[in-house]
């Protein structure tokens, strides 16, 4: 697929769903391009906020395979992976596949459920298979994890374990909408448009599994320089000495940025990554891969904000 026709596809995309994901338009980007990029989403926001609206709307914009799993405290790893039933007729074990054999897997709510469950997609989301009786079982590709979580402080969530947070590609926020984005989204159901009936809209496909493998396969041939390796590097590496973290990034950190900026390039419509794609990128690649000191965090600083300061810090490089 050419660029232009990336750049093409990202923008309709983005357009299709941000009628319906009113004042979410980072949140689009950010899921489109981990989608480009074949990673995971993570998504943090308070209930309401559109959250598993936007994945339903994903899931009608490219044209594939997609279940959603509500997390719930009595979830099982079966639920979600499949499981082995004995077939009486043929006297043999059968595999019944779980929701996660989809292109895009909406784990909703994912840190209501413990963390054996919350586990279960450390597979998934690294080998991109399953493994359920000692056989193998691989996913169908493109694949694409969103997951929604509910801010840590809500009452009944678990932490999801670092090794399955470092898995997500990205970290998204979501925040309330402006006042004039929010009268928009009352203005759908004034208008005889309800959100939980998108049939309402006239959605139409923009994207297949084809196109979306086409387009990963494509933006693996933007050109990334040495200058922009060194970049990603310093920025992750100054990561892990900054003086309010305790906990800093994997090298998976920095593979994402890479992957994620020839993504971006290719969305912008260029065959090269600048440094401003990998600091537009750096918040989302790294917030959910930072811990803080507890005294940091007790005199007030954030994620981001310590973030910004490292991108501060850390020199770019010249055009």
């Known amino acids: 697929m050419e660029l232009n026709q990336i750049a093409k596809s990202f923008d309709d995309a983005l357009a299709q769903i941000s009628q319906i994901v009113v004042g979410q338009t980072e949140l689009v980007e950010g899921v489109l391009i981990a989608l480009f990029s074949e990673g ?11 959250k598993t609206l936007l994945v339903n709307v994903l899931s009608h914009t490219v044209s594939c395979d997609f279940n959603r799993v ?6 099982m790893p079966s639920d979600l992976t499949g499981h082995s039933i004995f077939d009486m007729k043929d006297q043999q074990f059968r595999f019944n596949r779980g929701p996660a054999f989809s292109n895009i897997l909406l784990a909703d709510e994912i840190n209501r459920s413990p963390p054996k469950t919350q586990a279960s997609l450390l597979e998934v989301m690294q080998e991109r298979q399953v493994t359920v009786d ?11 994890v969103i997951a929604t979580q509910n801010p840590i402080e809500h009452e009944g969530t678990y932490p999801l374990p670092e090794a ?20 928009d989204i009352l203005k759908h159901y004034t208008g005889g448009r309800d959100p939980s009936h998108l049939e309402d809209f006239g959605l139409s496909p923009i994207l297949n599994a084809s ?24 920025i992750v590496s100054a990561a892990r000495t900054w003086s ?8 998976r950190a920095g593979v994402n940025l890479l992957l994620g900026s020839r993504t971006l390039a290719a969305c912008r419509g260029r065959d090269f990554v600048t440094p401003d794609d990998i600091k537009e990128l750096t918040p989302w690649v790294l917030r959910h891969r930072l811990r803080l000191r507890p005294e940091s965090e007790i005199e007030g600083a954030t994620a981001d904000q310590t973030i910004q300061q490292i991108l501060e810090s850390v020199e770019a490089p010249r055009s």
């Open 40 to 50: 995971s989403v993570l998504i943090e926001g308070p209930p309401g906020l559109g």
């Open 70 to 75: 509500q997390f719930t405290p009595d979830l």
């Open 134 to 144: 000692g056989h193998t079982h691989q996913l169908d590709r493109p694949f694409l």
């Open 164 to 183: 399955q947070v470092d898995r997500f590609m990205f970290k998204l926020l979501v925040d309330y909408p402006t006042q004039a984005h929010e009268v």
């Open 211 to 234: 196109d979306v493998l086409a387009i990963q396969e494509t933006v693996k041939q933007v050109i990334v320089e040495d200058r922009i390796l060194d970049y990603i590097v310093r």
């Open 244 to 251: 309010t973290v305790t906990v800093g990034p994997s090298p």
